[in-house]
């Protein structure tokens, strides 16, 4: 879809990947963006210098994808929507009833309204957590779903109804599968923040970095700024009924995460390795590393944000606070 001239909703916009999917569109020739967020896990402060720009604001008194009156308020005239609201991994484990509530009922009632409202696009954000632990390595966007936790069931969920709602009300979308995102504006603090900020925060504190595991788990751990990108190439693409590997191609371990962490902080701190507890679901994939040769050949995206570049940017927005 072209989007010169467009009206677009980003459900999420104000949070971690979405307030930079708001900024990346700004650099486009959109007629406006509408931020739809109900600001549970989103924060003013990230908009903050994209509503200075006229073309950019927030849905009155926020939104919430379980209301299903507002949201379809908030999509009349719209031209594209990009769908980023959803519970958290971990979260989702804790409450699995309110997973279901915002990941699934939620996204239901999004397309539903993209149907009512003849959205031209729909962006889905899903995961990589769909695929659960690697069966093989890269992961193909036919790899199989092997997932165990109800973050990924609800992704699952997710793209399953799209999928129906393309077949039988004909709406256009595009479902992107994130690897591990790390950046700017992401939950620094908390019960469930990710593990690059808790190994910063245990550096700044001075205290043990304690690592689950042996360290050898790899992930996929790809720059924020890269998947809002990503994403604007999903909405202009004209590519639809697909989902799509968000993702480097590389593979990096815990302990080597840990280590180019330490150098970027100039920090001797322990590190102290530890068995994972038996309810702690990220026990369940060791394993994941995104093939990106789709979304290459599809959208024409490819990263370019290295890990340790993308780290020292964290370490600088962190220290800015």
Same mark, same amino acid.
Do not use: M
């Given at each position: 879809m072209e989007l010169k001239n467009k009206r677009l909703l980003v459900i999420g916009g104000a949070g971690f990947i979405g307030s930079h999917i708001v900024?990346?569109?700004?650099?486009?020739?959109? @007629?406006?963006?509408?931020?739809?967020?109900?600001?549970? !896990? $989103?924060?003013? /402060?990230?908009?903050? /210098? =994209?509503?200075?720009?006229?073309?950019?604001?927030?849905?009155?008194?926020g939104g919430d994808i379980r209301d299903i009156d507002i949201l379809n308020d908030a999509m009349q005239g719209i031209d594209g929507v990009f769908h980023l609201a959803a519970m958290w991994l971990l979260h989702?484990?804790?409450?699995? !009833?309110?997973?279901?509530?915002?990941?699934?009922? $939620?996204?239901?009632?999004?397309? /539903?309204?993209?149907?009512?409202?003849?959205?031209q696009k729909l962006v889905f954000s899903s995961s990589a957590s769909v695929y659960g632990d690697a069966v093989e390595v890269p992961m193909t966007e036919n790899h199989p779903f092997n997932n165990k936790n109800f973050y990924g069931a609800s992704k699952i969920s997710g793209e399953a109804l799209c999928r129906a709602t393309s077949d039988r009300f004909g709406l256009d979308y595009v479902g992107l599968r994130y690897m591990n995102v790390y950046g700017p504006n992401q939950a620094q603090t908390g019960a469930y923040t990710g593990v690059i900020p808790i190994m910063l925060n245990k550096i700044e504190a001075n205290e043990q970095i304690i690592i689950n595991g042996d360290g050898t788990q790899a992930y996929d751990f790809i720059h924020v700024s890269d998947v809002a990108k990503c994403n604007i190439l999903a909405m202009q693409a004209k590519t639809k009924d697909e989902f799509y590997n968000? $993702?480097? *191609?590389?593979?990096?371990?815990?302990?080597?995460?840990?280590?180019?962490?330490?150098?970027?902080?100039? =920090?001797? =701190?322990?590190?102290?390795? @530890?068995?994972?507890?038996?309810? %702690? =679901? !990220? !026990?369940?994939? @060791?394993?994941?590393i995104g093939c990106g040769e789709?979304?290459?050949?599809?959208? *024409?995206?490819?990263?370019?944000?290295?890990?340790?570049? $993308?780290? @020292?940017?964290?370490? /600088?927005?962190?220290?800015? %606070?």
């Open positions: 900024k990346e569109l700004l650099k486009t020739s959109v @007629q406006e963006i509408i931020i739809y967020d109900n600001f549970t !896990r $989103g924060k003013k /402060e990230f908009i903050e /210098e =994209s509503l200075k720009d006229p073309r950019c604001n927030i849905y009155p008194n989702c484990n804790d409450f699995p !009833r309110t997973a279901f509530e915002v990941n699934v009922q $939620g996204t239901f009632n999004v397309l /539903e309204a993209c149907v009512k409202n003849n959205i968000v $993702g480097t *191609g590389k593979q990096t371990k815990i302990k080597d995460l840990c280590q180019l962490i330490l150098k970027l902080k100039e =920090s001797n =701190s322990d590190v102290c390795y @530890q068995p994972y507890s038996d309810n %702690d =679901s !990220r !026990r369940l994939v @060791q394993n994941r789709k979304a290459l050949h599809d959208l *024409g995206f490819k990263y370019q944000i290295q890990l340790e570049e $993308g780290l @020292q940017q964290l370490i /600088e927005w962190r220290d800015k %606070d």
